[in-house]
């Protein structure tokens, strides 16, 4: 089945830097999801991209899906303490199942 | 507008035992997917519920099992309980198979 990797594991920033998780697969993918999980609750839907080489911002949030659809990456400009998590990238089948990454913790220091 | 909620929150089992975990989906949702989420892992996919039967499943033994009422809402039941079976487990809620899921606070398994 389809997996995907994360990179890097972990990421520690001070407030105002930028940010950047990179998630990778060796197959084409139909999709990516990314979702955001804080400290202590559950994974939180963000945004899905589903076209070769897609861009779509959410204020200080770009994501990228690349042309041959099989890496995608979240940047977020200006970090804040607000946006400290770990952030999941995520493929979706056609048949329903979704498979996450193992994530990348970002960590904010103000 | 009630969102994805699951019970109990927390649970201590023993070795051996059985457990059953619920999930209510957020309203207008049919589809139910339940994830084992480990400590510092991301999310695996134990299986999917759609019209009260198990449409899809990932790589758990037969240990898992689940069940989807008529009312959309599921359960998630484990038996013989090992060591390993400790994390949290998470219920998601979607309208059809492959939109974004939505999930629910979870319910943190510890197996001593």
């Known amino acids: 089945g389809q997996q995907v990797m994360q990179i890097p594991q972990y990421q520690h920033v001070q407030e105002g830097e930028d940010f950047t998780t990179y998630c990778n697969s060796s197959?084409?993918?139909?999709?990516i999801q990314w979702y955001k999980q804080r400290p202590g609750g559950h994974p939180v839907f963000l945004i899905q991209?589903?076209?070769?080489?897609e861009v779509k911002k959410q204020k200080r949030l770009t994501f990228q899906f690349g042309e041959a659809k099989k890496n995608s990456s979240l940047h977020i400009t200006a970090t804040q303490t607000t946006d400290v998590g770990t952030y999941f990238c995520?493929?979706?089948?056609?048949?329903?199942?979704?498979?996450f990454g193992d994530g990348t913790t970002l960590t904010v220091k103000p | 507008d009630a969102g994805v909620t699951q019970s109990p929150t927390h649970l201590i089992k023993t070795r051996g035992q059985q457990v059953t975990l619920r999930c209510s989906p957020k309203?207008?949702?049919?589809?139910v997917s339940w994830y084992q989420q480990a400590l510092g892992q991301g999310p695996q996919f134990i299986f999917q519920?759609?019209?009260?039967?198990?449409?899809q499943r990932g790589n758990f033994p037969d240990r898992f099992s689940g069940h989807q009422f008529p009312n959309y809402s599921s359960e998630l039941n484990v038996n013989a309980l090992l060591l390993g079976d400790s994390a949290l487990y998470l219920c998601?809620?979607?309208?059809?198979?492959?939109?974004?899921?939505?999930f629910g606070n979870g319910t943190r398994l510890t197996v001593t």
């Open positions: 998601a809620s979607s309208l059809k198979s492959n939109s974004p899921l939505h």
């Open positions: 197959t084409t993918l139909s999709n």
């Open positions: 991209l589903v076209k070769s080489g």
């Open positions: 995520a493929v979706n089948t056609n048949a329903g199942k979704s498979t």
């Open positions: 309203s207008g949702h049919d589809t």
């Open positions: 519920y759609y019209e009260e039967e198990e449409r």
